[in-house]
Protein backbone atom coordinates (compact mmCIF):
# COMPACT_ATOMS: atom_id res chain seq x y z
CA UNK A 1 0.00 0.00 0.00
CA UNK A 2 2.84 2.55 1.05
CA UNK A 3 4.05 4.47 -2.08
CA UNK A 4 6.19 6.73 -3.11
CA UNK A 5 6.75 8.77 -6.16
CA UNK A 6 9.72 11.22 -7.10
CA UNK A 7 9.43 14.62 -9.33
CA UNK A 8 11.18 17.44 -10.36
CA UNK A 9 14.25 16.11 -11.52
CA UNK A 10 16.40 17.37 -14.58
CA UNK A 11 18.81 18.89 -15.68
CA UNK A 12 20.23 22.88 -14.50
CA UNK A 13 23.76 24.10 -14.41
CA UNK A 14 26.01 25.17 -11.60
CA UNK A 15 24.34 27.40 -9.37
CA UNK A 16 21.19 26.71 -10.32
CA UNK A 17 18.27 25.44 -8.25
CA UNK A 18 15.64 22.31 -8.56
CA UNK A 19 13.17 21.58 -6.01
CA UNK A 20 12.19 17.79 -5.78
CA UNK A 21 8.86 16.51 -4.78
CA UNK A 22 7.88 13.47 -3.40
CA UNK A 23 4.15 12.56 -3.42
CA UNK A 24 3.14 9.52 -0.69
CA UNK A 25 0.09 7.05 -0.88
CA UNK A 26 -1.14 4.55 1.81
CA UNK A 27 0.27 6.09 4.59
CA UNK A 28 0.35 9.56 6.53
CA UNK A 29 3.87 10.77 6.11
CA UNK A 30 3.38 13.62 8.27
CA UNK A 31 3.41 10.58 11.28
CA UNK A 32 6.79 9.32 9.28
CA UNK A 33 10.42 10.03 9.09
CA UNK A 34 10.91 11.05 5.49
CA UNK A 35 14.36 11.18 3.92
CA UNK A 36 15.85 12.02 0.46
CA UNK A 37 19.11 10.07 -0.41
CA UNK A 38 21.56 10.10 -3.18
CA UNK A 39 23.39 7.98 -5.42
CA UNK A 40 25.86 8.62 -8.39
CA UNK A 41 27.51 6.73 -10.68
CA UNK A 42 30.19 4.25 -8.66
CA UNK A 43 28.93 5.96 -5.35
CA UNK A 44 27.34 4.20 -2.42
CA UNK A 45 23.64 5.76 -1.67
CA UNK A 46 24.29 8.35 0.99
CA UNK A 47 21.41 10.65 2.88
CA UNK A 48 20.98 14.31 1.85
CA UNK A 49 18.26 15.28 4.01
CA UNK A 50 15.72 14.18 6.61
CA UNK A 51 12.55 15.04 8.67
CA UNK A 52 10.54 13.77 11.65
CA UNK A 53 7.04 13.77 12.66
CA UNK A 54 8.18 16.74 14.52
CA UNK A 55 9.44 18.50 11.93
CA UNK A 56 12.83 18.78 12.90
CA UNK A 57 15.25 18.55 9.70
CA UNK A 58 18.91 16.84 9.47
CA UNK A 59 21.40 17.50 6.39
CA UNK A 60 24.46 16.53 5.27
CA UNK A 61 27.12 18.60 5.70
CA UNK A 62 28.07 18.70 2.22
CA UNK A 63 24.24 20.37 1.39
CA UNK A 64 23.91 22.64 4.53
CA UNK A 65 23.04 25.69 4.01
CA UNK A 66 21.93 25.11 0.01
CA UNK A 67 19.60 22.18 0.32
CA UNK A 68 16.16 22.79 2.34
CA UNK A 69 13.56 20.14 2.81
CA UNK A 70 9.90 20.70 4.18
CA UNK A 71 6.56 19.17 3.75
CA UNK A 72 2.97 19.87 2.61
CA UNK A 73 0.76 17.80 5.20
CA UNK A 74 -2.57 18.50 3.64
CA UNK A 75 -0.97 17.03 0.02
CA UNK A 76 0.78 14.44 1.94
CA UNK A 77 3.99 15.48 -0.07
CA UNK A 78 7.50 16.27 0.69
CA UNK A 79 10.05 18.27 -0.78
CA UNK A 80 14.18 19.40 -1.20
CA UNK A 81 14.71 22.56 -2.29
CA UNK A 82 18.24 22.52 -3.61
CA UNK A 83 19.59 25.73 -4.23
CA UNK A 84 23.52 26.61 -5.40
CA UNK A 85 23.77 23.33 -7.20
CA UNK A 86 27.20 21.86 -7.71
CA UNK A 87 28.18 19.46 -10.16
CA UNK A 88 29.03 17.01 -7.11
CA UNK A 89 25.44 17.36 -6.85
CA UNK A 90 24.59 15.12 -9.99
CA UNK A 91 22.83 12.00 -8.80
CA UNK A 92 19.89 9.89 -8.92
CA UNK A 93 17.76 11.44 -5.53
CA UNK A 94 15.21 9.25 -3.73
CA UNK A 95 12.38 9.89 -1.11
CA UNK A 96 12.01 7.66 1.91
CA UNK A 97 10.05 7.37 4.61
CA UNK A 98 10.18 4.79 7.71
CA UNK A 99 8.80 5.01 11.10
CA UNK A 100 10.98 5.18 13.58
CA UNK A 101 14.64 4.93 11.07
CA UNK A 102 17.24 4.67 13.85
CA UNK A 103 19.61 7.35 11.91
CA UNK A 104 17.54 9.85 9.69
CA UNK A 105 20.29 9.95 7.08
CA UNK A 106 21.04 6.45 7.09
CA UNK A 107 20.11 4.39 4.09
CA UNK A 108 19.88 1.11 6.00
CA UNK A 109 17.51 2.65 8.73
CA UNK A 110 14.01 3.39 6.18
CA UNK A 111 12.17 0.45 4.65
CA UNK A 112 10.27 2.50 1.87
CA UNK A 113 11.37 3.59 -1.05
CA UNK A 114 10.42 5.65 -4.21
CA UNK A 115 11.86 4.94 -7.47
CA UNK A 116 14.33 8.33 -7.58
CA UNK A 117 14.39 11.04 -10.04
CA UNK A 118 17.84 11.88 -12.36
CA UNK A 119 19.34 15.57 -11.17
CA UNK A 120 22.04 16.46 -13.41
CA UNK A 121 24.43 19.72 -12.73
CA UNK A 122 26.54 20.89 -15.57
CA UNK A 123 29.01 23.60 -16.02
Known amino acids: QVQLVESGGGSVQSGGSLRLSCAAS????????MGWFRQAPGKEREGVAG???????SYADSVQGRFTISRDNAKNTHYLQMNSLKLEDTAMYYC?????????????????WGQGTQVTVSS
Open 26 to 33: GFTASSYC
Open 96 to 112: AADKHPGRPLSPNDYNY
Open 51 to 57: INSRGST
